[in-house]
């Protein structure tokens, strides 16, 4: 076993990522295991998890995280010291951490639809200064109501706004940020489900770790759907969706 990973394994850090690309991937593989092991040790030091939503800790160890259901779920039933102890272990964990207790106490407001229009305008003009990888009219716009059945037949031809920056941020990311992608990577599960099955508390949480323009987007993609509104982009420009909150 690489030296490098024999210290994260051992509950180090590296400061160090190798250059080559399987290595890379499997510096980022044992630095969420090591965080896997991290969590489910506060998960059993945690007295709100006694009656745990999952079935306690897994033995062996899942080598996949998203077999992990465990580390999925139980972070929205953990004690609030036992949540900020999960993300100091992770890299502008702090950060991260502030986000995520804010959703975690605050209550939804619906947005208006004029609102709504007005925080479109604003993603629009960042997407478009970021550098879309696909052309759109943004100049079309459809509002539809996704509580609907009408509403979830639109959006079934369309794609989240989020696929027009999927290249971009797929491209490899540089050494010194492979702390950030193994992080990011590590909390989409556990925050899609405490989002109720949405990936915008995700993106806004993680946004730290990108920063710029992207955390900007993300930052309001996630109001707009704290408020009811998701943004889709297809064929025929944008949609504009609304649910109940």
């Known amino acids: 076993m690489f030296g490098w990973m024999k210290k994260l394994r051992a509950g180090g850090h590296t400061h160090s990522p190798p250059l080559d690309k399987q290595a ?3 510096w980022i593989k044992a630095q969420q295991a090591n965080w896997q092991v991290q969590w489910h040790d506060l998960f059993d030091a945690d007295p709100f998890l006694g009656r745990s939503v ?3 800790r897994p033995d062996p160890m899942p080598d996949t995280l998203d077999d992990d259901y ?3 779920f139980d972070l929205s039933q953990a004690h609030p010291k036992t949540q900020a102890a999960c993300f100091a272990v992770f890299p502008q964990g702090t950060e991260m951490h502030a986000r995520f207790d804010a959703f975690r106490v605050r209550k939804p407001v619906a947005m208006s639809e004029t609102a709504a229009r007005q925080a479109l305008a604003e993603v629009i003009a960042l997407v478009q200064k970021i550098g879309p990888n696909e052309d759109v009219d943004f100049s079309k ?3 539809v109501d996704r509580d609907t059945e009408d509403g979830l037949a639109v959006l079934s031809f369309v794609d989240e706004i989020n696929i027009l920056l999927e290249e971009s941020l797929l491209e490899p990311r540089p050494v010194r940020d492979m702390a950030h992608t193994a992080a990011e990577r590590f909390l ?3 925050l899609y489900a405490m989002a109720g099955n949405y ?3 995700h993106t806004w949480v993680t946004g730290v770790l990108i920063g ?3 955390d900007l987007l993300f930052a ?3 109001e707009m759907w704290h408020g009811g509104w998701q943004v889709f982009v297809g064929d025929e420009g944008v949609v504009l969706a609304k649910r109940r909150v």
């Open 70 to 72: 465990r580390l999925i």
């Open 212 to 214: 710029g323009d992207k």
């Open 24 to 26: 890379r991937a499997e």
């Open 54 to 56: 999952s079935s306690g």
């Open 220 to 222: 309001v993609l996630y």
């Open 199 to 201: 990936y915008q508390l």
């Open 141 to 143: 716009v459809e509002v």
């Open 188 to 190: 989409r599960e556990p």
